[in-house]
């Protein structure tokens, strides 16, 4: 067998950075952020580069990296970890999960602080901070029941921050829309973890509350969202409410983690399904004069 080369040992970092950014959930944030500068009434805007580009790679390893350093003991006996759906990271890796954390980071947050509003800049700290004291002590809010859900509200911080950054006024609705769309989620898609998460002492809003419970919470909160989507966009309600529905009644139906696994790509599939439509509207809106 060939020696490693270091350009190959270079590549197989690379690669694995990648795989533990977990780039099929990337569109939680990039295109959050993406949709942001379209509400605006631009379709493109130069000034929101710097900000999606960081929202690719970055922040998403910084998310999920740091989740993986704090996860060990819940990953090692989670059977979907190691997939598209998150690496199983050994602690060998941790360090470098860090440092390469560090180095996509930083450059971004010094050229924020340099070269956007103080409110932007504020709300980009607060965005990453949520995220990191998600899973790092001592505030660690994934052991916290409702606070783990609650703080994943911050997925819908880019459509704030972009217009922000941009001068444009938030579009409010769309805004809190996205903020309880994402508290309901974030506890539906921790059913299929409920047991692994029980086993390792961690009780997150799913593990309190548990299959049918959580169906409850977050029926309650795609509710919420559904009509405030309505306000900006009747056909994105629709496709929310309809999409939502599908979830929480087969959730219902069959109330076990099993469930909560089977219906998960569905779950993933979501924010593709009614982003699209999302886009496709405003896309349309912007192109034809009528929106902003």
Known sequence: MAPRTRSSGAWSNVTRLIHISRPVLWINAIGTGVVGMWLTG??????????????????NLLIYGVNDIFDQD???????????EGARIEPRE??????????????????????????AVALILLYTGVFVFYSAPPLRFKTRPFLDSLSNAAYALPLLIVPVALGAPP?????????????AKHAFDAVQDIEEDRTSGITTTA?????????????????????LFAVVSLP?????IVIAGILIVRLMRRPTPATGRLLYPLSVAFPYIAGSVASALLLAAIFFGTYP
């Open 74 to 84: 819940t990953d090692a006996l989670n059977a979907r970890k190691g997939s598209i």
């Open 171 to 183: 579009v409010w609705p769309a805004v809190a829309g996205l903020l309880a769309w994402s508290v």
């Open 207 to 227: 593990v309190r509350l548990g299959p049918r419970g959580t169906a409850v919470w977050s029926a309650a909160w795609w509710v919420v969202a559904t009509a």
């Open 94 to 119: 941790v360090r470098l999960i860090a440092w390469a954390v560090a180095a996509l980071n930083l450059p971004f947050l010094v050229y924020f602080v340099l070269a956007l509003p103080l409110a």
């Open 236 to 240: 994105v309600a629709a496709v929310n």
């Open 42 to 59: 631009q379709l493109f805007d130069l000034q929101a580069l710097p900000i999606i580009l960081w929202l690719t790679l970055p922040f």
